[in-house]
């Protein structure tokens, strides 16, 4: 989301761009548009008034302030999250900045405060939800304007032939010359009932292994990309990388030859590129659907938080989610897989007919916060 937002604010005329960093020793090093961090640090959660102060006199040279909503503004995770992001829009708001909160979903459930800190925006601060079921539960909770965009990832650029991607593309292409279906797999932690558990991850691992298995004994013809999205270790959590080898290991050995984990790490512009060469992406991580999505290349999720359904909604997408309930029952995963495969070729029309709107509801994040400014894109 920071890399697309940084080349296109760079295209509407915005010549110092400057990134908020909350937590500590963040790597920022592949946002090439941006010219320079602000690092609060461990600050950030220890001496929150101190960070505000610091914030204005960042302010004082600024002209506008985007806070990318994401996955934060209703509170699941953290509601004084959402609440802070708030307080410091409307600072910036109070200092004569153009202000927005963009590109956010919301789920059905939002956490109170973060509902009441959005109700106390300045009426100037633009709010654009990424997805029309997120934009109708907002309405009906704010009287604050709510515009319809897209997710501002949509508009990344993918990668061009860096090492890790031309050596992919080559093994893809050597498969697709046989004729071979590409599916790309992506397991995320997060959505296991109950992920806090130690012992859901081995839970998720046995049922994607198991619903990998009898996918693969029944589609003889596919081979699978191992795809992780997010490398954050946390303490009794595994990430992408860790499932999805875990997930490889039960595998039978007889299908080794059919399956390929990307065991370094991508930029999200590398993830693009390598889902732009495959069939159909099946992601437990909403913004690796996205990046298939925007490539014109069929995406089915394993949703949790409410993220996954105003995507599907933008594209008139049907059958394109498994509940993580599901996800252990037995047969399913595979199941959902098979029917995912079957319905790609129409899924692929649809998205090729979708995907020009959804960019231009995408650029509606920036159109709504550089109102000043000439774009052109």
Same mark, same amino acid.
């Given at each position: ?7 296109? &604010? ?25 010219? $320079?961090? /602000? ?5 950030? *959660? ?6 505000? @102060?610091? +914030? ?11 806070? #990318? ?15 802070? @992001? /708030? ?32 109700? %106390? ?46 050596? +992919? ?7 697709? $010359?046989?004729?071979?279906? #590409? ?28 619903? +990998? !298995?009898?996918?693969? @004994? ?23 990388? *860790? +499932? ?16 390929? /984990?990307?065991?370094? %790490? ?26 298939? =999505? ?8 394993? !949703? ?6 105003? =995507? ?8 394109? $989610? ?31 007919? @979708? &995907?020009?709107?959804?960019?231009? &509801?995408?650029? /509606? ?5 550089? *109102?000043?400014?000439?774009?052109? $894109?």
């Amino acid at each position: 989301m920071l890399v697309a937002a940084g080349d296109v &604010l760079s295209r509407f005329g915005i010549d110092k761009l400057t990134v908020v960093s909350y937590g500590p020793d963040e790597d920022w090093s592949p946002l090439g548009a941006f010219n $320079s961090i /602000v690092p609060f640090g461990h600050r950030y *959660q220890t001496d929150f008034w101190t960070t505000c @102060r610091e +914030l204005m006199m960042h302010f004082r040279d600024a002209t506008h302030f985007l806070v #990318l909503g994401a996955d934060v503004m209703d509170g699941f995770y953290n509601p004084y999250e959402a609440v802070r @992001r /708030v307080i410091y829009t409307r600072i910036a708001a109070a200092a004569g900045l153009q202000t927005a909160i963009g590109s956010f979903s919301f789920n059905d459930a939002p956490h109170p405060r973060s509902v009441a800190a959005l109700k %106390s925006l300045d009426p100037t601060t633009a709010l654009i939800a990424r997805d029309p079921v997120s934009q109708q539960r907002l309405q009906d909770r704010i009287a604050h304007p709510v515009a319809l965009g897209a997710d501002i990832a949509f508009l990344l650029e993918p990668a061009a032939a860096t090492p890790i991607v031309a050596a +992919l593309r080559a093994w893809l292409a050597t498969v697709r $010359s046989e004729g071979r279906q #590409l599916v790309g797999i992506n397991a995320n932690y997060l959505v296991a009932p109950d992920h806090r558990r130690e012992d859901r991850g081995e839970d998720m691992v046995a049922a994607y292994a198991a619903g +990998l !298995t009898g996918f693969l @004994r029944t589609r003889r013809n596919v081979y699978l990309v191992l795809i992780p999205h997010d490398y954050r270790r946390m303490a009794g959590r595994y990430d992408d990388l *860790q +499932l999805l080898q875990m997930i490889a290991a039960q595998l039978p050995a007889e299908f080794a030859p059919r399956v390929r /984990v990307i065991d370094q %790490s991508l930029r999200a512009a590398e993830a693009k590129a390598i889902a732009a060469e495959l069939d159909l992406v099946v992601s437990g991580r909403m913004h690796l659907a996205i990046a298939a =999505l925007g490539a014109g290349v069929p995406a089915a999720g394993i !949703t949790y938080q409410g993220k996954f359904e105003g =995507l599907w909604k933008h594209f008139g997408l049907n059958g394109a $989610s498994l509940d993580p309930e599901r996800l252990f029952a037995q047969g399913a995963l595979e199941s959902f897989l098979r029917d995912c495969i079957d319905q790609r070729d129409s899924w692929r029309t649809i998205l090729r007919k @979708r &995907l020009p709107h959804i960019n231009s &509801l995408a650029l /509606v994040n920036f159109n709504q916060l550089c *109102q000043d400014t000439q774009g052109t $894109s």
